[in-house]
């Protein structure tokens, strides 16, 4: 397997695409608005649902070979970091619907050339989700598919249990909440095994230095290997934030951190964020262990900081990570505007962590 160096050119944005990305924005405002008003709180309009916050260090690899050794990970080094766990829907319901899961962490202290120097700080966000490929990998599939989730989100919860668990080629189920038929519904049936067991993705592609990557972190420790495929029982309204505050009461928890390099822009396309690149032709290659040690995870000082007042977006960090594709331009003028629009409304500062220790304990 030989990289691709990364070069400009491999974005190809479409001729219309700065009218699609204004649409969407609108489209993920006005759906904020509406959140606003059920809750008399603003609330993230994607991952709205924090399942824990954790604090941990991230322990970049000695010896790897020199296609790996780029951006954050150029040299042997310990960065703090804060994760946040979450649920995918841009509401919040009760655990008893299944959902994709998120895994968002941010990497503390990361020196280069800012992506939006308008962000304050000296971090580097990963975001992340428990399956490798978007439903909706272009921008006029995202626009369809986001009318598709928003119905979703906003069905009674019996009616979203029944979609969760029957939306793979379920055609009644797609039109009954305006979809297409053959339209894609991974990332919405999913099952609600424990989050800490999950492999999670950057899904869409960034730039990795010289080259251009996708990420991704799988468990490591013992601990959470078997925590795979594991059902949580009796889950209730927050059964995935109990879950995960009872396993990091006593233990501690260890994932690695993978990179798959772009080996062919046709098989392994940066501009429709839908297709998985296949493994065969690039497999992931580790670069860094993530580290947990046993810690209170949703006490209220670090829910009210991690729902209130921090912030995971794409666009937060490194030119040497840069965020590729249709699906990753239009995230950071959406993200941007949902910060803002969160902070203004529930009256809280933004903020970046410094250090480790501005994380609640």
């Known amino acids: ?15 219309d695409e700065q009218q699609l990305i204004a649409s969407i924005v609108e489209q993920m405002a006005a759906s904020s608005r509406c959140a606003f008003e059920r809750h008399r ?32 990970f150029a040299a042997p080094r310990t960065y703090a970091i804060v994760a946040r766990l979450s649920s995918a829907p841009s509401d919040i319901h009760s655990d ?25 700080g000296h971090n580097q966000d990963f975001l992340m989700v428990n399956f490798p ?6 921008l006029p599939k995202y626009q369809r598919m986001l009318s598709l989730l928003e119905a979703n989100a906003q069905a009674p919860d019996t009616f979203q249990r029944l979609v969760a668990g029957t939306a793979h080629g379920a055609k009644q189920v797609l039109e009954s909440l305006g979809g297409t038929p053959g339209a894609t519904l991974d990332g919405l049936a999913r099952d609600n095994h424990h989050p800490l067991g999950e492999t999670y993705h950057t899904q869409a592609a960034l730039r990795y ?23 949580i029982d009796d889950i209730g309204y927050a059964g995935m934030r109990e879950a995960i505050s009872e396993y990091f009461a006593t233990q501690g928890a260890e994932y690695t951190l993978s990179v798959q390099l772009c080996a062919d822009l ?37 829910q009210v900081y991690g729902d209130d007042c921090l912030s995971f977006n794409p666009w937060n960090g490194v030119a040497a990570h840069q965020p590729l594709g249709a699906i990753m331009r239009v995230r950071r003028v959406a993200y941007e505007r949902s910060t803002a629009f969160r902070h203004a ?17």
């Open 133 to 138: 490929a978007l439903a909706f990998g272009t």
């Open 266 to 302: 046709a098989r392994m396309p940066v501009e429709d964020a839908a297709i998985a690149w296949p493994e065969e032709l690039s497999p992931h290659q580790p670069v860094a262990t993530l580290r947990f040690a046993p810690q209170s995870t949703a006490h209220p000082a670090r």
């Open 41 to 72: 709180h603003a609330i993230r309009d994607a991952h709205a649902k924090s399942n824990g916050l954790l604090k941990g260090e991230l322990i970049v690899h000695d010896n790897l070979p020199p296609a790996l050794r780029q951006g954050v």
């Open 1 to 15: 397997m030989t990289p691709l160096p990364y070069t400009p050119d491999v974005e190809v944005p479409a001729p």
């Open 96 to 120: 008893e619907i299944p959902a994709a899961r998120g895994f968002a962490f941010k990497i503390i202290g990361v020196e280069g050339e800012r992506l939006v120097p308008d962000i304050t």
């Open 209 to 231: 230095g010289d080259h251009i990557a996708k990420l991704s972190i799988a468990p490591a420790s013992n601990e959470v290997r078997a925590l795979h495929g594991k059902n």
């Open 345 to 361: 409304m529930n009256a809280r500062p933004r903020v970046e962590p410094a250090q480790a220790s501005d994380i609640p304990d």
